[in-house]
């Protein structure tokens, strides 16, 4: 088992201090954020209230990332509340965020040698485009961490950990879709 100072501390305040999980620390960083700092959160505290106990934003936010550059993702509106699982708001400025358009897959393997599940990401991701899911799964798609170690390394800026996201919501929505079919048989 792997956990985190953050998970190994909630666990020791909760059997020796008796104190259920309320709060938790966060980082918000980033270009856009004008005094980057940990922040111990109580759970709904909003991403702007966050950004503002750091000063604020620096100008206007080009994206703001729940979680950290490789396996976060950006949120529309910074009126989310943080909770148990948010580490981190990263606010990105307009020079730190680059518009690019994805190419396709020039098989050097650069994501096969950065995944550290040792699976294929081109392979999935192709896949996954084709609309073909039921092959992802048999090539382990569901192993996948979401690490963003694959995409990181693309030199064609595929964006892979998307195309394995959507294809595991769609496993996800399957077997949600089935249990409450096989709930409904039995009542």
């Known amino acids: 088992m792997v956990e985190n100072v953050s998970t190994a501390y909630a666990i020791y305040d909760a059997v020796f201090n008796g104190r259920p999980l309320t709060r938790r620390v966060v980082t918000v960083t980033g270009d856009g954020v004008a005094e980057p700092a940990n922040l111990l959160a109580p759970f709904g505290t909003t991403y702007a209230d966050l950004i503002a106990a750091c000063g604020g934003m620096t100008g206007r936010a080009a994206k703001v990332i729940s979680g950290g550059p490789m396996m976060g993702f950006a949120v529309a509106s910074t009126e989310v509340p943080n ?11 307009p020079k730190a965020v680059s518009a690019y358009t994805s190419q396709a897959c020039i098989s050097c393997g650069r994501c096969v040698e950065a995944c550290p599940m040792r699976l294929l990401p081109s392979e999935l991701s192709q896949f996954i485009e084709a609309d073909d899911i039921d092959g992802a799964v048999k090539v382990s798609m569901m192993d996948c961490i979401e690490c963003g170690s694959c995409a990181y390394a693309c030199p064609a800026h595929r964006p892979l950990v998307q195309h394995i996201r959507r294809g595991k919501a769609v496993v996800m929505a399957r077997r949600a879709a089935e249990k409450a079919k096989a709930a409904a048989a039995g009542k």
């Not at 909770?83 to 400025?93: D, R």
């Open 83 to 93: 909770g148990k699982t948010t580490s981190g708001v990263l606010v990105l400025g």
